[in-house]
């Protein structure tokens, strides 16, 4: 593997698993300083998230709502809304709607799809002269290790979780050549998730 992807791969992990929990922020730091390291490793990697294509916006809109839509038939039936009633409250020390608007858009999704999808797995995919060899959803997996640790969630599930949400991820870049799609994706999976258990426990009060 050359030097700069070989740069390129461990720079995230070592900044999610190491770098970033030794910082001790708070919600609002996290989301400042994922913002700025996204945006200087896509400047220092080439990264193009090419966010306006309009074939990515209409593959991003189909796919949130098909997302949103599970959520909502989960709220609606009595048996899944009672187990999104009993979720613990995954929120962090700010309110609902900052958490949704700006730390899951902004803190998470901007900086993990600058990162991964418009930077390092074209870059991996252009290295091995081919496309979906799956390395850059591993290493988005592999990012998420101590953020799992910190949660107090499985570690081995957690990575197989989010490395199978990169690969689709991946997909969807690949197939609309813009990181908007899965950008549009991750805020309603992130979102709806963080949503749906507050709203079953008030539907179920």
């Known amino acids: 593997m050359r030097p700069k992807v070989l740069a390129a791969v461990t720079l995230p992990l070592v900044w999610s698993n190491y770098l970033l929990p030794a910082l001790r922020l708070d919600v609002r730091g996290r989301t400042a ?5 996204a945006a200087a490793y896509t400047r220092i990697f080439r990264g193009e998230p090419n966010w306006l294509s309009r074939r990515g916006f209409r ?12 959520y909502g038939a989960a709220l609606v039936v009595p048996s899944t809304r009672r187990h999104l009633a009993g979720l ?5 020390g700010v309110s609902t709607v900052e958490w949704t608007a700006l730390h899951i858009p902004g803190g998470t999704v901007l900086s993990e799809e600058l990162v991964y999808r418009s930077t390092l797995t074209p870059l991996l995919e252009r290295a091995a002269a081919r496309p ?4 850059g959803a591993l290493v988005f997996g592999l990012s998420h290790i101590q953020p799992a640790r910190a949660a107090a ?5 957690t990575v197989a979780l989010t490395t199978g949400g990169g ?13 908007t799609a899965p950008a549009l994706l991750h805020v309603a999976l992130n979102a709806g ?9 008030r ?3």
């Open 193 to 201: 998730g963080a949503v749906a258990p507050r709203l079953a426990r």
């Open 203 to 205: 539907l179920r009060v």
């Open 153 to 157: 969630d499985p570690v081995s599930a």
């Open 33 to 37: 300083a994922n913002t700025a390291f």
């Open 167 to 179: 690969l689709v991820f991946d997909l969807l870049r690949r197939r609309t050549g813009s990181a």
């Open 59 to 70: 593959a991003g809109v189909l796919a949130a709502a098909v997302v949103l839509s599970g």
């Open 88 to 92: 613990a409250d995954r929120g962090p």
């Open 132 to 135: 979906e060899t799956g390395l």
